[in-house]
């Protein structure tokens, strides 16, 4: 059985599948408490259920992109078996993860997409760099930036990490009415690194309501 918060259909708003109409099943609960965390509803509540409950519902909706997400789903034990059996189902399955918690041995069918905590999270010192070398090239990395210093840290691990050559794309993303996303932009391009600027599609369509 899992704690699951709230099984959802939606477009995806993040990362290479962004836009693609998808099931989200957004697992309770997380260890960490980064400061501008998103989710914290989701830190406690939901209901238990049965993987193949979860099938089921998954099934309801005529889609085959089905996103895992949180909270942090890899802190529940049967993430694991949830996301070989999606997969074993036919689906495309995304899983997005703090960083914080090991990745080895994940279904290599599953696409992957791995926060790195920059520092005005307040997190980054759970970043488990040894997931770093289990990533696919194909699986994608994603740095949350708050501030000038945090986008100087992501250039640093980028370098020292070498990112870039690890994963295909290494996505770059501003703190929802943080900074402005211009400001952004413009140190992304200055910075001449192969960044993936990206902006939480979800959240400019529907303001960040939960369950969108
Ligand atoms: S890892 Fe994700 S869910 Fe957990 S506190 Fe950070 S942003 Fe929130």
């Given at each position: 059985m899992l704690?699951?918060?709230?099984?959802?259909?939606?477009?995806?708003?993040?990362?290479?599948s962004?836009?693609?109409?998808?099931?989200?099943?957004?697992?309770?609960?997380?260890?960490?408490?980064?400061?501008?965390?998103?989710?914290a509803?989701?830190?406690?509540?939901?209901?238990?259920?049965?993987?193949e409950a979860?099938?089921?519902?998954?099934a309801s909706?005529?889609?085959?992109?089905?996103?895992?997400?949180g909270?942090?789903?890899?802190?529940?034990?049967?993430c694991?078996?949830?996301?070989?059996?999606?997969?074993?189902?036919?689906?495309e399955?995304?899983?997005e993860?703090?960083?914080?918690?090991?990745?080895?041995g994940?279904?290599?069918?599953?696409s992957?997409v791995?926060?790195?905590?920059?520092?005005?999270?307040?997190?980054?010192?759970?970043?488990?760099?040894?997931?770093?070398?289990?990533?696919?090239?194909?699986?994608?990395?994603?740095?949350?930036i708050a501030?000038?210093?945090?986008?100087?840290?992501a250039?640093?691990?980028?370098?020292?990490?070498?990112?870039?050559k690890r994963?295909?794309?290494?996505l770059i993303?501003?703190?929802?009415q943080?900074?402005?996303?211009?400001?952004?932009?413009?140190?992304?391009?200055?910075?001449?690194?192969?960044?993936?600027?990206?902006?939480?599609?979800?959240k400019?369509?529907?303001?960040?309501?939960p369950?969108?």
């Open positions: 704690r699951v918060h709230e099984i959802f259909y939606s477009l995806q708003g993040e990362a290479r962004s836009g693609r109409p998808s099931v989200f099943i957004r697992l309770t609960g997380c260890p960490l408490r980064c400061h501008w965390c998103d989710t509803y989701a830190f406690s509540g939901g209901q238990l259920w049965s993987i979860i099938l089921e519902k998954a909706y005529s889609t085959r992109w089905v996103c895992v997400t909270g942090e789903p890899l802190a529940q034990p049967e694991r078996p949830l996301l070989c059996h999606l997969l074993d189902a036919g689906y399955v995304s899983l993860t703090s960083g914080a918690l090991a990745i080895q994940l279904d290599p069918r599953l992957i791995m926060d790195l905590k920059a520092p005005d999270s307040g997190e980054a010192s759970r970043n488990l760099l040894t997931n770093v070398a289990h990533l696919k090239p194909t699986d994608q990395i994603k740095i949350v501030s000038r210093a945090d986008f100087d840290w250039c640093q691990q980028a370098d020292t990490l070498d990112l870039f994963v295909d794309e290494v993303s501003p703190v929802w943080s900074i402005a996303p211009a400001e952004l932009a413009q140190w992304v391009l200055d910075s001449q690194r192969p960044w993936r600027f990206q902006l939480q599609l979800h400019i369509l529907w303001n960040d309501t369950g969108r």
